[in-house]
């Protein structure tokens, strides 16, 4: 369909000229939100289509925009995830540092009498992968389904910037602005263009839902912790604030001198060691190591959730209360996402020194025994599935379940888990891994499954169609879990105690903040 190319007139951004993708869906390609005046600066929000084009010329959006500097061929760490690739093309993976702030607008093909609601969407990559031109991260068939069902609406894709072009911090690169964060900066400015530009597109600026994945949740979380109502509704989907934790200042000041020094940088100043950094090719920069693993910064108004219980709720009646609606979700196995780093590795010694470093041998123990760590063998997967059902129910369901008891009693709450394994070969096939859930919500694998997994996906994609619509039914007692082609509602203490072997319980004893630090001290060497 991609030879059709549509005009669409905007009245404020003039003639834009993109793609019929599928039958009764266009989609507009890398529209440019924002510019970055310089490396490790604040982007600007941008008012028009391109600096010094005319709103009478037509903007060409046929094309996918530069994503976000990365390192080469990460489309298929993502991909290794799903463990299925779909066709993609070379050319969609260029990569531009001061032009990749660009984001893609689909929408129905038929005009409506009504602002329809707005999807926009913050892909996941653990903030150093990632771009709205991915397949499998395309929206236009659920866009189609939306349509389809009699609720259409519009899906707003972003790309924004990652690794250390969006997250290095220190005082000594931008003090006149909060330091670090910029490619969260970059996603309020993206809601920013959306909120002034929507209406133009037949959106409606306010009923708009904050959807993300993994560091695309975590990033819904911050900014629904920040509080400036740029959305009306929120979905995390496998990530919160704590999966990737928000750092103090003085703890990223750390990680900068430790880059400048592996970059041999040693001004004699701020103003000289910026300089030099500044120079250093972002070729350079996304092959470092610390680029893997960027952190948030707490600054700019960005905030962790506090572990003391009434505070937890107070913050969260404070911040969560404004927001229409909520979606929290986890797949029953997200840990799947570091199935790879312990393949054939011997992590049982260096398991039991990071507990034993924040546990009493009493909990160790308990947790030995709860997740039956080190006895659980399968001949599908290569890793102990116990080890792997720890790590996801303390970095992943843990916190739906925090946020089930700590969000407000008159918050508007819906919770799904993803049970549906994997159905393709490799390490976690039969597995409910990691991103699956988004890559069969999106449909864009509907064509490589079988009919069971097909109708998981048109069961899931249309659940966040409703919530898009705020039409699904609440009920904050009962999450809904997905698995074979079937929805069903379940008690959250049942599904804890019959589903996932009384995890939430073992972590609230135990301490979730002691699990959650033994897990960084054994996974990443990192000591809180």
Not at 183 to 210: H, S, Y
Not at 333 to 352: C, H, R, T, V
Request: charge should be negative; aromatic fraction near 10%.
């Amino acid at each position: 369909m991609t030879d059709q190319f549509p005009i669409f007139k905007h009245p404020t951004l003039g003639g834009i000229k993109g793609c019929e993708v599928l039958e009764g869906v266009h989609q507009y390609r890398g529209l440019p939100y924002a510019k970055i005046p310089r490396r490790w600066e604040n982007s600007v929000v941008l008012s028009a289509l391109g600096e010094s084009r005319s709103v009478e010329e037509v903007y060409d959006a046929t094309k996918w925009g530069p994503m976000s500097p990365q390192p080469a061929g990460s489309i298929n760490i993502d991909f290794n995830l799903i463990q299925k690739e779909l066709a993609y093309s070379a050319e969609d993976a260029t990569m531009d540092e001061f032009n990749c702030l660009n984001l893609n607008v689909t929408k129905p093909a038929t005009e409506s009498q009504e602002k329809l609601p707005v999807l926009f969407v913050i892909h996941g990559g653990a903030f150093f992968i990632g771009a709205n031109s991915w397949p499998q991260y395309d929206t236009s068939r659920l866009v189609q389904l939306g349509a389809k069902i009699g609720k259409p609406f519009i899906a707003v894709s972003i790309n924004y910037r990652l690794g250390h072009l969006g997250f290095l911090s220190s005082g000594e690169l931008n003090p006149a602005d909060a330091p670090g964060n910029y490619g969260l900066v970059d996603q309020q400015n993206a809601m920013r263009w959306v909120k002034e530009n929507i209406a133009g597109f037949g959106g409606d600026p306010d009923n708009i839902t904050c959807f993300g994945e993994s560091a695309g949740g975590i990033s819904t979380h911050l900014h629904l912790l920040r509080g400036e109502k740029l959305f009306t509704r929120a979905a995390c989907l496998s990530g919160d604030v704590t999966v990737r934790p928000i750092q103090p200042i003085d703890k990223q000041q750390r990680r900068y001198e430790e880059l400048l020094k592996r970059l041999g940088i040693e001004g004699a100043t701020a103003n000289d060691r910026v300089a030099e950094l500044r120079k250093i090719s972002w070729e350079t920069l996304v092959k470092d190591p610390a680029n893997f693993r960027p952190f948030p910064t707490m600054s700019g108004g960005y905030q962790d959730i506090t572990s003391n219980k009434t505070a937890q709720c107070q913050q969260c009646e404070t911040h969560f209360s404004w927001c229409k609606e909520l979606l929290f979700s986890d797949c029953s196995q997200d840990g799947s996402l570091y199935m790879k780093a312990f393949i054939d590795k011997p992590w049982e010694e260096n398991l039991d020194k990071a507990l034993k470093h924040y546990l009493t041998p009493e909990e160790a123990q308990l947790v030995w025994e709860t997740w039956q760590i080190g006895q659980r063998k399968s001949d599908l997967n290569p890793v102990d599935l116990g080890l792997v059902q720890f790590i996801t129910d303390v970095r992943f369901y843990w916190p739906v379940v925090r946020t089930i008891h700590s969000a407000p009693a008159n918050a508007n709450l819906h919770v799904y888990h993803f049970h549906q394994p994997n159905p393709f070969d490799g390490i976690a096939k039969g597995l409910a891994s990691h991103e699956l859930d988004l890559a069969l919500l999106l449909l864009n694998y509907s064509s490589e499954v079988d009919s069971d997994v097909a109708a998981t996906s048109e069961l899931l994609a249309r659940h966040i169609i409703e919530f898009t619509y705020g039409a699904l039914a609440e009920d904050r007692s009962t999450a809904t879990v997905f698995d074979n082609g079937v929805q069903r509602k379940v008690k959250h203490d049942v599904y804890d105690r019959e589903e996932r072997q009384r995890a939430a319980e073992v972590i609230k004893t135990v301490g979730p903040d002691k699990c959650f630090n033994a897990l960084e001290l054994f996974q990443f060497g990192e000591v809180n």
